[in-house]
């Protein structure tokens, strides 16, 4: 930097030249380096003016494509030189382009990452050339600025798929919600009172949509269900449980459904919230309420049948049995839970119990008669049916056994009746109330020479000697058709024409209504004995003829000896007074009056 002047004399003419010279290098430097500074200043502040407002302009926009609009004017502006600068931004394979963007050599581009993915890039460009810098015509803070760009970009993006991911899981949620045929509400813990009821809860509950929200926790209960309720959503509130079955729910009509209730803890702006999800299962309990009166009606059935019931598998554990067949082993209907039925069975019997057994597997079905042994000791025989079950692959059996020991008595009893019958000296006919014969016994076959083939189905009166008296059978018909017994003799005939007499009691066989069913005659062939009284009574006559004429002859023997008699003994009373008689001679005279009195 100079400063001279100039020295002039009397007459006014430039004499000398005096001058200072002083060094401003540095003030220089320094006034060049402020320059250098204000336009660095004045190009960060056009950078933070671009940061701001593209910020500003994502702000402004809850879309990507409105963002990137806005923001895509104002990049240029950011450069050294705006005027010829132009800007684009891509994301996911869309341009947004500043006004006068074309492609050119002069470029600058940075990319635009989310989570390490390329999603895109902002580049600027310059449309006339400009003097190299940094990076061609691009200083190395426009580098800068593109990487933030870039960044906020991103960042952009990442928040807007974030937000974009939170409404596709609100509006997912929000149509699960609708459309889930479960009941949904979220309750305020606090104040009791109902947040949200989806669709399908105002349809449990019959109320028109929207209603439940206005409402609160009491409302959707039954007032003598609220302390269980209460209860239930408390401990569902502590995380103790997740789930209460069976919860009586109120309509609005008044009536009462029944729901599962499915419940978690979960806060909504800071206000802890149950989620719960009611599963109607009235019809579910309905059928269990169903099921549990078929089980009780089947339990009852089975425990009211008149012996014993059973399942087993094919090693024979009990499966299933009834009361009686508990109180025949002396347990507790629940003790015989793994028992074997054959531990039950007499020990002879096991061999033809397990054959039973087995051909229940194989065959379908059999039975048998065995004898079990009860807690007391005693031996009941039981007639048992059994079959094969097949249930889920698995080879079952199940049966019944009745008690037969009072049957097999009366059987016992009825084959020693059979065997007196069968083999009885008399001769016995069994006929239907219509006096048609069915039965015969061997003793009729062989008297009257018919086999049993022959006699069975004919009538007693086609086998008459037609020697009767007249009305004998009608008078025999018509005793036992009114239930009297009948006893009499008739002439009969056998098979080759001979006849005999029969000595038959004939008696009605009555049902368990007391009506005639039957009727058997029991006959014996008194032929001989006939015969026998015959010649007893011929011999009778002739005995009584000769019997009289004793009589007669003793009569008058009688009347002959009793003369001198009389007075052998009247002489014999006259000695006997005689004082000097002996005692020999008394005793004789004794003698002779007892004889005579004879």
Known sequence: QDRAEIDHDSAGRPMA???TMLDVTETKEAEAERERLLRAMGARVKELNCLLGVSRAIQDHDNVGGALRQAVSIIPAALQYPEIASARVEVDGLAYLSAGFHDAPRGLSSPIRVHGVNRGSVTVIYEEER???DEGP???EHR????????IFGQMLERMDIQQELKDSEHKHRVL????????????LRTGKLAFANTAMDKILG???GTLEQMNLEQLFPRDAMERVQEELAAIARQEKTLTEGIPCQTQDGGVVFADITGSVITIQGKRCLLCVFRDTTKRKETQDALRAEKELVEQLVNSLPGIFYLFDEEGTLLRWNENLAQLAGLETDELAGSNLLDLVVEEDLPRAAAAIQTALQGGRSSEELRLETATGEEVLFYFVCARLKIKGRSLVIGTGIDISARAAVEADRRRLSMAVEQSPASVVIADAQGTIEYVNPKFCEVSGYTAEEIQGTNPRTHGSGAEPAGLYRALWQAVQVGREWRGEFFSRRKGGELYWERAFIAPIKDRYGRTSHFVAVTEDVTREKAVKEELRRAK???ESASQAKSAFLANMSHEIRTPMNAILGFSQLLLRDRKLTDNQQQNLRSIMRSGEH
Do not use: N, R, T
């Open 177 to 188: 919600f609708e459309h889930s045929p479960d009941g949904i509400v979220i309750l305020q």
């Open 17 to 19: 030249l005096f001058g």
């Open 138 to 140: 691009f200083l190395a």
């Open 541 to 543: 006559d002739s005995a």
């Open 131 to 133: 003097p190299m810098a």
């Open 144 to 151: 800068h600025l593109l990487d933030g760009l870039a960044g």
């Open 207 to 209: 109320y028109p949509a």
